[in-house]
């Protein structure tokens, strides 16, 4: 797969064309998922069409990248000239229908996406959504938003071979631009706050999109299981205008119909998600928590109500919805899937959706889990170590990234918290600036994902530490890393 190192400056805009012409190469940017994923909120008016032909280059080829379960997929393209037909096999735009049939005068370019399910749309739509986003600089310009209304336009005035399922409209207007504001805090500390800018760049992810379906089964940390959930439906700074809590993924009218439809299944039992403070119906407000609902091991009891759910995952996700005829629950239902898959991959573990559900296997998930009557499973999410070890990463990646941690601490303790992409020994130890041993911290196996360790300033002995620098390093084979910390009390 090329991709491109390169900044984005007063690219061409696309020409009228006479003929099947390719797009350019993908161009990678320098921003992670999880930084587009929190930044991430659609423009619905006001635009200028003058996108340059990379940003379209750039969507096209991610919207392509998603995996998909239907038949088919076809892409079409509106402009001000045409409406055109995209190759993902050969990145070329070839003329469909002549003449301009955009929903949107002001719009640059509106891209459509056929398919025969609502949830595989809505991956392909959420890829573009970050596609775009990633062209954001601080004062962002590149803006989109997926529209019902251009749907219903497109299906009416493109003559597209099947159904188009959603449209995204792009074009130029300003915007915050990126940010790295945490706002997922949880109220009754069950799940630690989230990483909302990672280390890897998106469109290198997103390249090296494979899903998945063989696992360890070692358990996940809680900060691994934390992250997943922000990744599928965590809030973001954003705010709608009618004053509703953004979050990771995009809502029809902001109603954001997973909230409080999200569980957690591991090997100590089921639990609800919610992204809203209790009782969860109040979407102005936000929150990360956890409701525990089932205490002991039912993965076996999820497992068996479908044979194509994988059986070896540490941990599922169980995605539902209140209605599964509405392209609005469906659709948002694939956008969460699809931040799932970009997650595990950032994390370098393993990720599989067994999507879509039969009516058998959505009522045996429901059944095997109690959940509620009125909600209809429609995505089971795997995700753990792969079973067969870390994943080759383009680059070269160390498996131990430090990613988050205090340099200084004047009072309580420093925790740090780190990225491990191979399961593996990890040891942690403090030293003092001469390179004396002061206290190991922890020395166990552990798995693939976020973890973290805190440090309370006491020796061995559990004495207090002297003020003074000292030096943190954490250790899995023959990879080391360190963090010099400040300690003053």
């Known amino acids: 797969m090329l991709l491109l190192l390169l900044t984005i400056g007063s690219a061409a805009q696309l020409p009228v064309l006479t003929r099947t012409e390719s797009l350019p190469a993908p161009v990678v940017h320098a921003h992670s998922f999880e930084l587009l994923a929190n930044s991430r909120y659609s423009v619905h008016s006001g635009f200028d069409g003058t996108l340059p032909v990379q940003v379209l280059a750039n969507v096209l080829w991610a919207m392509s990248r998603v995996p998909y379960s239907g038949a088919y997929r076809e892409f079409y393209v509106a402009t001000a000239d045409n409406v055109y037909r995209y190759d993902p096999d050969t990145r070329t735009l070839s003329i469909h229908l002549a003449g301009d049939h955009r929903y949107n005068s002001g719009s640059a370019y509106e891209i459509g996406v056929a398919t025969p399910r609502h949830e595989d749309a809505g991956m392909s739509i959420q890829a573009g959504l ?8 601080d004062t962002g310009e590149v803006v989109c938003c997926p529209m019902k209304w251009a749907t219903d336009y497109a299906n009416s005035n493109w003559q597209p071979a099947h159904p188009i399922l959603m449209v995204n409209v792009l074009g130029r207007a300003p915007a915050r631009g990126v940010d790295s504001t945490l706002v997922a805090i949880s109220s009754d500390s069950s799940l630690p706050a989230p990483l909302v800018n990672g280390i890897d760049t998106f469109e290198i992810l997103l390249a090296e999109l494979a899903p998945d379906s063989q696992f360890t089964g070692i358990p996940p940390s809680l900060e691994t299981v934390s992250q997943l959930l922000w990744a599928a439906y965590g809030v973001t700074p954003h705010r709608t205008s009618n004053n509703r809590q953004g979050l990771t993924v995009p809502s029809a009218i902001a109603g954001y119909f997973l909230t409080g439809k999200i569980y957690l299944v591991t090997g100590d039992g089921v639990s609800r998600y919610w ?4 009782p969860g119906n109040n979407l102005a407000t936000r929150d990360h928590r956890l409701e525990p609902l ?3 091991d039912w993965r076996p009891a999820l497992r068996s109500a479908s044979n194509r759910i994988p059986s070896t ?6 995605i539902c919805v209140d209605d599964t005829s509405t392209y609005r629950t469906m659709q948002e239902a694939g956008f969460a899937v699809f931040n799932l898959l970009m997650q595990t991959r950032a994390l370098g573990i393993n990720g599989y959706a067994t999507m879509p559900l039969t009516l058998t296997e959505r009522s045996a998930v429901r059944n095997a889990l109690m959940l509620p009557a009125n909600e209809f499973p429609v995505a089971v999410f795997a995700a753990g170590e792969a079973a067969t070890g870390i994943r080759e990463r383009s680059g070269g990646e160390n498996v131990l990234r430090i990613v988050r941690a205090q340099p200084a601490v004047r009072r309580g303790s420093l925790r740090i918290e780190y990225l491990l992409r191979r399961a593996g020994l990890v040891r942690a130890e403090v030293f003092d600036l001469a390179g004396r041993p002061v206290k190991v911290l ?6 693939a994902g976020y973890h973290s360790l805190v440090w309370d300033g006491t020796d061995s002995h559990h004495q ?4 003074g620098t000292y030096l943190i390093t954490l250790t899995t084979g023959n990879v080391t890393v360190r963090h010099k910390v400040t300690w003053s009390r």
């Open 313 to 318: 995952a540490p941990l599922y996700l169980i």
């Open 442 to 447: 922890l020395e166990q196996q552990q798995s």
């Open 130 to 137: 970050l596609a775009a986003i990633a062209f954001w600089t």
């Open 275 to 278: 992204n809203r403070l209790p």
């Open 294 to 296: 089932l205490s002991g």
């Open 464 to 467: 207090p530490v002297r003020r």
